[in-house]
């Protein structure tokens, strides 16, 4: 979406009705009478923004402004079913936006075919979901819904709630889908003490197993016999949509629980009533029904032992903050002419996102495979090449990397990647030196994957002889990271962390356009890329030293794609406890703690918690070393200088004089100083830091 939007646009928003409920909380944005908070502004610049939740039927008032929108902003909550007929209606719509997760409320290929872009705020509210799932998965366990009903209704018996009431510790749970919630939802599960199993079309990253303790499951069918608890995760798709029917409903143990928030219409709803009323189902909870509002006579508000509500997991307060937030900077990128952050699309230009593809391909493997390589480079052995040995050693067979095919016949080649420590000396130091930087800028990309596994052997194991090259040798690496074959970039990742490794703060001044491209890796690649990009990056914050590298990050903590954001403060959070007590103070605490306050109300959860990280160490850090670090306004005051009996300047003072009265606030509500709000919006008082000095 290049060209220029300048004039008006007519744009029409479907949210649910917040009636008396609406003035209630200033920052309850989802609703019809709140409109995301957006009105003003863009009454102000001119467009006409209609705000309904009149979204069925042919009288509707959404189908009055079919014929003339340009934008559609609708949420899961509320949806408005943008079907082939309404789109086919809508001449002037461009732009489908979803304040929210989930835009399965679209007819997504009429929308492809149409060419309007379909875009979310994703990671919006995936914190809030997996909150909610890990309740209901209590809720379930622990026979809740009777106990409550009971005290309700003035009754008392306790053994009509425990005969099938279970602790969750040592149960198995199964998440269907390990995305972006399914992930939050195991790191959530692993203090529980369960046996935590995942299935996903992408196997996650090693670290995120080891962090959750989950073990892959490539098979639905041979993860699905073993849970106590399934929970689904993945979007409603034309591959899910369905998916747990009767068949799929019985492989699963008898009895098993069974969170849903992911989309109602991913289970066969028959199947699911007749599988709890037979008791194959132990327990059955969601927020998402099909269709929504989910009519009074959906059975699933009938069956028994449900914990079902209405759609609310994704639309807590903090939600809403960060949907309304994220729909309003696309709107203001869309204006411009701009293009959204490469996650939010869901429809662009024509093409859906792979996992909403039907031609959406199976896991990715270790190693790549690249089925379009021609045979006529098939006579070099790049395993042999790589690992530094002889080109014409034999192949070990579990390592085939190459087919033998006749001249002119594509060939299959798979390249290896081999660990740091598994790498072996080149043979003539002198001459790979020589050729290296050829190889480097060659326009095989093989030769480039070979030259860049020699730039690693050599920073290995001849670190000085290649020192005075870095100068040449990085811009090229940065080049490789562009580079279109994953491949390449993934080897140029490894390249990078071995260089981190080994020159460390020799390379500060060519450090930008490495740690630009790595963040760009680490943030929207394929998964294996992005993986070696994060090992290069924590290679960097493990080895650069942090006065050097702090400033060059602080920049990124800015960038306008949240997902380089969130990769920045990952390592922001990991450089600022390398400082120490003395180098924070010199570098200056006043301004760490602003760069990470500004981090806390970021869209991505990832940037967040990084900041609370960052926050929690300085806040420590402060306390330490207090009165040894005082802010400036209190080294100004000269009566405070000469006044041994002045009060501790407290870390709660601290923050209220360095930053803005909200930012202080949310800083010291997460390192647990003062102002927790309640549900009325009421400020009560936490533990006081001053108490602790
Ligand atoms: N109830 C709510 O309020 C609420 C809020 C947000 C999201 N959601 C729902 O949750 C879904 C997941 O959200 P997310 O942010 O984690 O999305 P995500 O894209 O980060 O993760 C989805 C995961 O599902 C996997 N997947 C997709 N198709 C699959 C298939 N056929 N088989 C196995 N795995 C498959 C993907 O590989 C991915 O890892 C959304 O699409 C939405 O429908 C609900």
């Given at each position: 979406?290049?060209?220029?939007?300048?004039?008006?646009?007519?744009?029409?928003?479907?949210?649910?009705?917040?009636?008396?409920?609406?003035?209630?909380?200033?920052?309850?944005?989802?609703?019809?009478?709140?409109?995301?908070?957006?009105?003003?502004?863009?009454?102000?610049?001119?467009?006409?923004?209609?705000?309904?939740?009149?979204?069925?039927?042919?009288?509707?008032?959404?189908?009055?402004?079919?014929?003339?929108?340009?934008?559609?902003?609708?949420?899961?909550?509320?949806?408005?079913?943008?079907?082939?007929?309404?789109?086919?209606?809508?001449?002037?719509?461009?732009?489908?936006?979803?304040?929210?997760?989930?835009?399965?409320?679209?007819?997504?290929?009429?929308?492809?075919?149409?060419?309007?872009?379909?875009?979310?705020?994703?990671?919006?509210?995936?914190?809030?979901?997996?909150?909610?799932?890990?309740?209901?998965?209590?809720?379930?366990?622990?026979?809740?819904?009777?106990?409550?009903?009971?005290?309700?209704?003035?009754?008392?018996?306790?053994?009509?709630?425990?005969?099938?009431?279970?602790?969750?510790?040592?149960?198995?749970?199964?998440?269907?889908?390990?995305?972006?919630?399914?992930?939050?939802?195991?790191?959530?599960?692993?203090?529980?003490?369960?046996?935590?199993?995942?299935?996903?079309?992408?196997?996650?990253?090693?670290?995120?197993?080891?962090?959750?303790?989950a073990k892959y499951v490539e098979s639905l069918d041979e993860m699905l016999p073993k849970c106590d608890v399934v929970v689904v995760n993945t979007p409603l798709t034309e591959k899910t949509r369905g998916m747990f029917n009767k068949e799929m409903i019985g492989k699963m143990k008898k009895g098993v629980l069974i969170v849903n928030n992911a989309r109602g219409a991913i289970m066969d709803r028959q199947a699911v009533v007749e599988a709890v009323e037979s008791g194959h189902i132990g327990g059955y909870s969601g927020d998402v029904w099909d269709p929504q509002p989910a009519p009074k006579d959906h059975p699933w508000r009938y069956m028994p032992n449900q914990a079902m509500t209405p759609h609310i997991s994704g639309t807590t307060i903090d939600a809403q903050l960060r949907y309304a937030a994220g729909t309003k900077d696309m709107l203001e990128k869309y204006f411009k002419g701009e293009d959204f952050p490469a996650q939010n699309y869901i429809v662009k230009d024509g093409e859906l996102a792979p996992q909403y593809s039907l031609q959406d391909s199976s896991p990715l493997p270790v190693t790549e495979k690249m089925s379009e390589y021609k045979a006529s480079l098939t006579n070099k052995p790049c395993v042999g090449k790589m690992n530094g040995k002889s080109e014409d050693k034999p192949l070990p067979s579990s390592l085939a990397l190459e087919t033998e095919k006749p001249e002119g016949e594509k060939a299959t080649v798979e390249v290896e990647y081999i660990e740091s420590e598994n790498l072996n000396d080149v043979e003539d130091a002198d001459a790979v030196l020589k050729s290296v930087l050829a190889g480097l800028d060659s326009k095989d990309w093989v030769s480039v994957c070979d030259a860049l596994n020699n730039v690693r052997r050599l920073s290995i194991f001849h670190k000085d002889a290649m020192l005075h090259m870095l100068e040449k040798v990085i811009p090229l690496v940065v080049k490789s990271l562009k580079n279109p074959r994953s491949a390449v970039c993934k080897t140029a990742c490894m390249t990078s962390a071995d260089i981190f490794c080994a020159y460390n703060d020799h390379i500060t001044d060519l450090l930008d356009s490495l740690l630009t491209q790595l963040l760009l890796k680490?943030?929207?690649?394929?998964?294996?890329?992005?993986?070696?990009?994060?090992?290069?990056?924590?290679?960097?914050?493990?080895?650069?030293?942090?006065?050097?590298?702090?400033?060059?990050?602080?920049?990124?903590?800015?960038?306008?794609?949240?997902?380089?954001?969130?990769?920045?403060?990952?390592?922001?959070?990991?450089?600022?406890?390398?400082?120490?007590?003395?180098?924070?103070?010199?570098?200056?605490?006043?301004?760490?703690?602003?760069?990470?306050?500004?981090?806390?109300?970021?869209?991505?959860?990832?940037?967040?918690?990084?900041?609370?990280?960052?926050?929690?160490?300085?806040?420590?850090?402060?306390?330490?070393?207090?009165?040894?670090?005082?802010?400036?306004?209190?080294?100004?005051?000269?009566?405070?200088?000469?006044?041994?009996?002045?009060?501790?300047?407290?870390?709660?003072?601290?923050?209220?004089?360095?930053?803005?009265?909200?930012?202080?606030?949310?800083?010291?509500?997460?390192?647990?100083?003062?102002?927790?709000?309640?549900?009325?919006?009421?400020?009560?008082?936490?533990?006081?830091?001053?108490?602790?000095?």
């Open positions: 979406m290049t060209q220029k939007i300048s004039d008006s646009k007519k744009i029409v928003g479907v949210f649910y009705k917040a009636n008396e409920y609406a003035s209630k909380n200033p920052n309850f944005l989802g609703c019809v009478e709140n409109a995301l908070g957006i009105r003003n502004w863009l009454e102000s610049l001119g467009h006409h923004y209609i705000v309904t939740d009149d979204k069925e039927g042919p009288d509707c008032e959404l189908e009055k402004h079919i014929p003339d929108l340009h934008v559609l902003i609708s949420t899961p909550f509320h949806p408005a079913y943008v079907t082939a007929e309404r789109i086919k209606k809508a001449k002037n719509l461009q732009l489908l936006l979803t304040a929210g997760i989930g835009s399965d409320h679209i007819d997504l290929q009429a929308a492809a075919a149409a060419g309007l872009t379909v875009a979310e705020v994703t990671g919006s509210n995936v914190v809030s979901v997996a909150e909610d799932e890990l309740m209901r998965i209590l809720i379930l366990m622990r026979n809740f819904v009777p106990g409550y009903n009971q005290v309700v209704n003035g009754e008392w018996n306790v053994a009509g709630i425990a005969y099938r009431a279970y602790d969750l510790e040592g149960k198995t749970v199964g998440t269907v889908g390990a995305g972006r919630i399914g992930k939050l939802l195991l790191q959530r599960l692993k203090p529980f003490g369960c046996n935590l199993l995942y299935h996903d079309r992408l196997q996650m990253g090693p670290e995120m197993e080891k962090e959750t303790g680490s943030s929207q690649d394929k998964r294996f890329v992005c993986e070696s990009a994060d090992k290069a990056l924590t290679s960097m914050t493990s080895y650069v030293s942090p006065t050097l590298l702090l400033p060059k990050l602080q920049p990124c903590l800015k960038n306008r794609n949240p997902r380089i954001r969130a990769k920045a403060s990952l390592c922001f959070s990991r450089s600022v406890p390398r400082l120490g007590v003395e180098g924070i103070k010199e570098y200056g605490i006043d301004e760490l703690v602003q760069a990470a306050a500004s981090q806390l109300s970021d869209q991505l959860p990832e940037s967040r918690e990084a900041a609370r990280t960052v926050l929690l160490e300085l806040q420590t850090v402060y306390e330490k070393a207090h009165p040894l670090i005082k802010p400036d306004t209190a080294s100004s005051s000269p009566e405070e200088e000469h006044n041994p009996e002045a009060e501790p300047i407290t870390w709660e003072i601290f923050c209220q004089s360095k930053l803005s009265a909200l930012s202080a606030q949310a800083v010291l509500r997460v390192t647990n100083v003062v102002a927790v709000t309640t549900r009325d919006g009421l400020v009560t008082t936490g533990s006081s830091s001053s108490s602790q000095l």
